[in-house]
């Protein structure tokens, strides 16, 4: 039975537990990937607390990350999900993301409703990626391709 976790703490300490688990046993996410037999986006925010996991997927990177059964049946809980709380982000990585779409957030919702048309690109039906490539210039780029269905408004 799939069941939904409304304490976002039990979840968070989790995150805490996993990634520790994950230090401790010098694993890349792709590797917790590997062994969960899903996609490296997905399975790095199910550990982060903001996805669940099939139960294949939550014994096997449980069992890969030393966690008891407690853990593996948590995994598999529907999260709260949301990791940023109502104020602007304070680690620089994720506010880069935040100022990219205070920059960027208007110019992608016109692009979006013009080629689609009012709507909505969904967070559910997603994926996500990144990849490190070569910078011509010197250096190296991020290449994050966020692909999402688009969903149509609907008059009622």
Known sequence: MVHAQFDPAARQALAVTAVDAKI????????IADAAGLSVAFVTAAVLGQHPLPPAAASAVAALLDLDADAARLLQTIPTRGSIDGAAP???TIYRFHEMLQVYGTTLKALVHEQFGDGIISAI?????????????????AVITLDGKYLPTRPF
């Open 24 to 31: 401790r046993k010098d694993l890349s996410w792709q590797q």
């Open 90 to 92: 304070t680690d620089p």
């Open 125 to 141: 039906n997603f994926k996500l990626d990144v990849k490190k490539v070569s910078d011509p210039e010197g250096g190296e780029r």
